[in-house]
């Protein structure tokens, strides 16, 4: 059991389990005394009753002891070695060195990693958790100190790594230890998302004497110290002793901690908010990669010893003189979302490395049956480069391997099992290419050596490279290519990175010949959007409603949106939108007033010639990083009036209560007489006004940058005329995540491919989908048919998209300027279609403004009205004859 300092049990798993209290076991002759229906009538049965409450007493006062100092660890029991061997090679590397009484000097405090995983294996418990605890204890000002307890099942072993000296003793100030942090991602939060947060420092602390005597510290057996702290250093005695709970370990620095996690893949248990799907597997790991090899250099030193048997193990390599290529195969024990990757996966690769210069072949490999495979039905010319892992000059190899699912470390000491475990993953680190599937050791090799992120293949990632391409990246290597150009998985479009040219926050726009106020009553601010707004609401309902307000009040518009609360936070981006003060000399600055009884907008007051006073206005240059800048400020503006609306006023007085308002469908505050006074039964008759005056506005003012509309919406979406035909396309928009309002419902995804099958017979050659959800994707990819699947483009599948309902896009990325980016690309790859298919949404309604022959084109299948798939198969048949026929 691992204690908390207050008591509670913290953790209870063990592979080994008794009827009580170990030292009250030990004090009964290690004899299990059963509990109630005894007599006491025999002095045998009275002296066995006094033997237990002597045991009791004795365990509450150790008890005690433990929690009122310190958690203090039990000894784990073990079944007797074999491996006695090993203590000799590794006793003598527990040294403790002399104190500089100098190591806490410009720290706040000692952290001690007592703990990793305690079912983890020795890449994940040894390496990775570690390298995680070293990154908090960098961020928190503490001096790493590794003193490793005796909880794991795995690294674990008894017979080695007891203490045989009593342990260590320090004094350090006691009370204070890493904190529980729940993040909110964008409001969202798994029920497991516990990260390490700072020391609480609101705890008062007391100079204590620590006692650790369970282990020697195991991590000696096989790592150099990971700093100068000694126990006994007086520097530390005033200064913090912090630790943190099990569970801020993992899942906490296992999984969920961004600043922290060195992944090995992406773990069952993460949410789509850490794992991110949408970002290419090489890609994702790349800055966990780079995080955990800033800490292999600095701090993670394998003893000598492991370093000479790893060199002896694998010798020579070189990329220019002895090439070698590390195959790691795992089979044993494999699970957690993994798969076993069949032998035969890696033959390909082996043999286009040899067939490009490669020399050398060093296997790892935990299975004996892997082994046998590659022995018996490789080709010579690849197995005579092959070696492996033996202990001693032998060809015969003498590793513990398994011939089945058994885990290695079941089969023999565990000491043993560490020592082979880090040499293989010393070994591996020495080649300059791998081939690997998702494990902790590959991982740490990786770690160890930065430069096979660029020359490995995941053959468990299903975007990797191919056999034939990494031949021609070995060549590549071999010619001095840096590892940067090789060639490489797919990567993310980054085409959202050119838009952030636009770094000022006010943009003059083009040359006007008349002053840009002239004839205008005053300037309307539009500063703010409605609360929770993406971009679809933000641009195309927010801002254009207060751009036909402006036209209604003669009030001349300027587009300067501000940071949050007044912009939505799933719009804003810290990083990509540069926030400023303009001062301007107007005459005054307030709100517009609206009358509810009246539903209509009008000046605050009569608007007559006034001094201009200066004004403090912050502005962003959020508008302007993705539209084309209007002519907005000149001389002509200085002293009009300058009026502004706050989010609640385009939120409820604008969008819910105007009636010439533009809606992308009906809001839960709108009233029938505002929504449909007229008592239209379709929803393409009620939407006509509101998407003329859509059009009209975003004709007039909306212009995308080319990074968008030039550039990337003619990659994703291009459409070409041939034999005097032109391309036919359907947009279909699918949204599927958090789809708020009682008015509104989901579509199922099958109801999509039934219009798409239609059109696809209709004669229609192209279909775009933009959609906010992977999932409604990969159905579409898997059950639609053949013709479908083959006219289909998208943004493709490194985009922005959520695997559940209730998460939305921006919720998953951290960038909210590339989910802005990638929803205006689809909007206007849509508006380029002939024909729409949709239900009710901003991103839909904002492709028919751009377009306005999308009205009559398109099909919202939450209308009631709307057509059945045989009608709708008819209207493209007759469209489509007609235009072909014009053309």
Not at 530 to 559: C, D, H, M, T, Y
Not at 786 to 795: C, G, K, M, P
Request: aromatic residues 10%; contains cysteine; hydrophobic residues 35%.
């Amino acid at each position: 059991k691992v204690l908390e300092n207050d008591g509670r049990i913290l953790e209870s798993r063990s592979r080994y389990h008794f009827k009580g209290c170990r030292k009250c076991l030990e004090t009964v002759g290690g004899m299990a005394i059963p509990h109630g229906g005894h007599s006491s009538k025999s002095r045998i049965n009275l002296f066995l009753y006094s033997s237990l409450a002597a045991g009791l007493i004795f365990c509450a006062v150790n008890f005690y002891k433990g929690i009122s100092v310190l958690p203090r660890h039990v000894p784990i029991l073990a079944p007797p070695s074999t491996t006695a061997l090993h203590n000799v090679a590794t006793e003598k590397l527990i040294r403790r060195a002399h104190p500089t009484h100098e190591a806490c000097n410009g720290y706040d405090g000692i952290y001690h990693i007592a703990m990793t995983d305690i079912l983890g294996g020795v890449g994940t418990a040894l390496i990775q958790l570690v390298v995680g605890q070293i990154l908090y204890a960098q961020d928190n000002n503490l001096k790493p100190w590794v003193y490793l307890n005796n909880q794991s099942e795995v690294f674990y072993d008894p017979n080695v790594h007891r203490s045989r000296t009593g342990g260590v003793q320090f004094k350090a100030m006691v009370g204070r230890n890493a904190t529980y942090v729940y993040p909110r991602r964008q409001g969202y939060r798994h029920r497991r998302d516990m990260i390490p947060g700072p020391v609480n420092s609101s705890i008062p602390v007391t100079q204590q004497t620590l006692s650790f005597s369970d282990t020697d510290g195991i991590w000696e057996h096989y790592f150099e110290p990971v700093s100068d702290f000694v126990p006994g250093d007086r520097s530390c005695e005033s200064k913090l002793y912090v630790s943190m709970d099990l569970y801020l370990i993992t899942p906490g620095i296992h999984g969920f901690s961004n600043d922290y996690s060195t992944r090995c893949w992406r773990y069952d248990y993460l949410p789509e908010y850490i794992s991110q799907p949408y970002l290419p597997l090489h890609e994702w790991f790349l800055p966990q990669r780079k995080r955990a090899n800033k800490v292999m250099q600095q701090y993670i030193w394998f003893q000598p010893y492991l370093r000479r048997n790893a060199a002896r193990m694998n010798p020579n390599c070189d990329l220019f003189e002895n090439p070698c290529l590390g195959l790691h195969i795992r089979h044993s024990d494999k699970a957690a979302g993994r798969r076993r990757v069949p032998v035969d996966e890696f033959l390909p690769f082996a043999i286009e490395f040899v067939e490009n210069g490669g020399t050398q072949i060093y296997i790892a490999t935990d299975s004996t049956l892997v082994l046998d495979q590659i022995q018996k039905t490789w080709p010579a010319r690849v197995r005579e480069r092959v070696i492996q892992f033996t202990r001693d000059n032998t060809n015969e190899t003498t590793m513990i391997r398994s011939s089945n699912q058994r885990a290695v470390f079941d089969m023999a000491s565990h000491h043993r099992t560490n020592q082979e475990a880090l040499t293989e993953i010393l070994a591996l680190s020495q080649c300059q290419f791998l081939i690997h599937g998702f494990s902790a050791v590959s991982e740490a090799c990786i770690w160890i050596n930065l430069d096979l992120h660029y020359r490995s293949v995941n053959l468990e990632d299903e975007e990797h490279l191919n056999a034939v391409t990494f031949g021609g990246l070995v060549t590549q290597s071999l010619q001095k290519v840096p590892v940067e150009q090789l060639p490489s998985p797919p990567r993310t479009n980054t085409f959202y990175k050119n838009l952030l040219l636009a770094r000022n926050g006010r943009q003059n726009g083009k040359t006007s010949r008349s002053p840009v106020c002239g004839g205008y009553s005053g300037v309307l601010h539009i500063a703010a959007v409605s609360p929770g707004s993406g971009p679809g609401r933000a641009f195309f309902v927010s801002v254009l409603n207060q751009l036909l307000l402006a036209e209604r009040l003669n009030l001349k518009p300027w587009i300067q949106l501000e940071e949050p609360p007044l912009v939505s936070e799933v719009l804003y981006d810290p990083v990509a939108h540069v926030s400023t003060n303009e001062t301007l000399q107007v005459s005054t600055y307030e709100k517009l007033a609206f009358s509810p009884h009246e539903s209509t907008w009008s000046l605050p007051r009569s608007v007559e010639k006034e001094s201009p006073r200066s004004f403090d206005v912050p502005v962003t240059n959020l508008w302007g990083v993705y539209f084309g800048p209007i002519n907005e400020w000149d001389e002509s503006c200085v002293g009009k009036p300058l009026f502004v609306l706050d989010p609640m006023q385009v939120s409820q007085q604008l969008e819910q209560l105007t009636p010439w308002a533009v809606r992308p469908w009906r809001y839960d505050g709108v009233p029938d007489s505002i929504w449909n006074p007229e008592g239209h039964d379709d929803v393409k008759t009620i939407m006509s006004e509101m998407r003329r005056q859509g059009h009209q506005m975003v004709s007039k003012y909306f212009h995308p940058r080319a990074p968008i509309f030039g550039d990337r919406v003619q990659e994703v979406n291009p459409l070409s005329k041939s034999d005097g035909k032109t391309d036919s396309c359907l947009a279909v928009h699918i949204r599927m995540a958090e789809k708020k309002g009682k008015h509104r419902r989901h579509v199922p995804t099958g109801t999509y491919i039934k219009y798409m099958e239609a059109y696809v017979r209709a004669g229609g050659t192209i279909i775009y989908i933009a959609t906010d959800s992977s999932r409604a994707l990969r159905q579409v990819l898997k059950t639609a048919s053949e013709h479908v699947q083959n006219s289909i483009r998208t943004q493709g599948s490194h985009v922005v998209r959520s695997n559940s309902k209730t998460l939305p896009p921006h919720a998953l990325d951290e960038s909210h300027h590339r989910v802005n980016s990638e929803t205006l690309v689809d909007i206007y790859a849509m508006s380029k279609c002939n024909f729409l298919l949709h239900s009710f949404s901003a991103v839909a309604e904002a492709a028919i403004y751009v377009n306005l022959n999308l009205h009559k084109n398109s099909i919202n299948l939450e209308d009631p009205k709307a057509p059945s798939p045989q009608e709708f198969e008819r209207m493209v048949s007759s469209l489509m004859g007609r235009n072909n026929t014009t053309s």
